[in-house]
Nanobody, 127 residues
Framework: QVQLVESGGGSVQAGGSMRLSCTLS????????MGWFRQAPGKEREFVTS????????YYPDSVKGRFTISRDNAKNMVYLQMNSLKPEDTAVYYC????????????????????WGQGTQVTVSS
C-alpha cells in the first residue's frame, strides 16, 4: 500500500525558511510526478509545485515562484520543498501527492491528477 508521510512543518516568522520532506513507501510501480499542495482554513486546496520523475520539469505558480524550490531523491523515495522568504499568507496545511498513472493529458495544478496523498503537515508563518 502506498503511503506518503510529510514532515518538517512548524512555525516560523515572516521572512524565514522551512524545509518540508515527504517520504514515499509501498510503491511498486512508476512514480511519474510528485507534487505539493496546500490548504488554508476555509479555502480550496491550492497547487504549490510539482516535479517529474527525472527532476527536470518543475512547475510553480506565481505565488511561490522564486521563493519555493522542489527537489526529489528517487533513490530514497523522497521529495522536498524548500520554502524561503515565507509570508503569513503561506500559512496552510501542506500536502505531498504523487501520480502513478501514465496520463495522456497532464495538468500539474489539478488535484485530480494525483492519486495518492499524504496526511499533511501544518506550516504557520507569523508576521
Amino acid at each position: 500500500q502506498v503511503q506518503l508521510v510529510e514532515s518538517g512543518g512548524g512555525s516560523v516568522q515572516a521572512g524565514g525558511s522551512m524545509r518540508l520532506s515527504c517520504t514515499l513507501s509501498g510503491a511498486t510501480f512508476p512514480i511519474y510526478t510528485m507534487g505539493w499542495f496546500r490548504q488554508a482554513p476555509g479555502k480550496e486546496r491550492e497547487f504549490v509545485t510539482s516535479i517529474n520523475w527525472s527532476g527536470i520539469t518543475t512547475y510553480y505558480p506565481d505565488s511561490v515562484k522564486g521563493r519555493f524550490t522542489i527537489s526529489r531523491d528517487n533513490a530514497k523515495n523522497m521529495v522536498y520543498l524548500q520554502m524561503n522568504s515565507l509570508k503569513p499568507e503561506d500559512t496552510a496545511v501542506y500536502y505531498c501527492a504523487v501520480n502513478t498513472v501514465n496520463r495522456l493529458r497532464w495538468v500539474a495544478e489539478d488535484t485530480k491528477m494525483y492519486n495518492y496523498w499524504g496526511q499533511g503537515t501544518q506550516v504557520t508563518v507569523s508576521s
